[in-house]
T-cell receptor, first 113, second 113 residues
Framework: KAGVTQTPRYLIKTRGQQVTLSCSPI?????VSWYQQTPGQGLQFLFE???????NKGNFPGRFSGRQFSNSRSEMNVSTLELGDSALYLC????????????FGSGTQLSVL | DAKTTQPNSMESNEEEPVHLPCNHS???????IHWYRQLPSQGPEYVIH???SNVNNRMASLAIAEDRKSSTLILHRATLRDAAVYYC??????????????FGPGTRLSVLP
């Protein structure tokens, strides 16, 4: 069974640009959640999607958005990039988002110059 | 949110047991204790979880205090591959991800050959 796949693995952007990151969950998993990891703030929850609907949202500005497709694949978008958006972006999937353990991808390392 | 406290770092010798402590004095009755670990350049991976009783699986054991205000993750024979950051997390499994899946700074475990 394939794991959670995130693409691209590395990304370099400049301030003001926008970026889209992709996450393919494990087959059969309908819940996808996104996290930002930085050395200073650790792992912080961005949002969770289930059946194409955003179910929960963390405390991030509106520049961070996401969506989920009917096949459960998810994308997150960051507009008007800032230097502070440089981070490892992780996605995780599970079947329903309740009770089960989370399976994480290896992340996308975003550098904003 | 119920919070956990872990030592910032610990060191162990290879092939010796490792006891990683976690304090969670404000744990509620519906909080499960979860452990995840993050190896270098990877996303977190599930290790073990429990509610009241001690738990064992192929990766580790989880010892939970009788008052549930603390727990200990036990790696029976540390290997170099166990060097990682270990996160102790409280989850109310009646709530979906994001509502309560809060990562603290974790314990960075170093394993010496």
């Amino acid at each position: 069974k394939a794991g959670v796949t995130q693409t691209p693995r590395y990304l370099i952007k400049t301030r003001g640009q926008q970026v889209t990151l992709s996450c393919s969950p494990i087959s059969g998993h309908r819940s996808v959640s996104w996290y930002q990891q930085t050395p200073g703030q650790g792992l912080q929850f961005l949002f969770e999607y289930f059946s194409e609907t955003q179910r929960n949202k963390g405390n991030f500005p509106g520049r961070f958005s996401g969506r989920q497709f009917s096949n459960s694949r998810s994308e997150m978008n960051v507009s008007t990039l800032e230097l502070g958006d440089s981070a490892l972006y992780l996605c995780a999937s599970s079947m329903t988002g309740y009770r089960e353990k989370l399976f994480f991808g290896s992340g996308t390392q975003l550098s904003v110059l | 949110d119920a919070k956990t406290t872990q030592p910032n770092s610990m060191e162990s010798n290879e092939e010796e047991p490792v006891h990683l402590p976690c304090n969670h004095s404000t744990i509620s009755g519906t909080d499960y204790i979860h452990w995840y670990r993050q190896l270098p350049s990877q996303g977190p991976e599930y290790v073990i979880h429990g509610l009241t009783s001690n738990v064992n699986n192929r990766m580790a054991s989880l010892a939970i205090a009788e008052d549930r205000k603390s727990s200990t993750l036990i790696l029976h024979r540390a290997t170099l591959r166990d060097a990682a950051v270990y996160y102790c997390i409280l989850r109310d499994l009646e709530m979906s991800h994001g509502q309560n899946f809060v990562f603290g700074p974790g314990t960075r475990l170093s394993v010496l050959p």
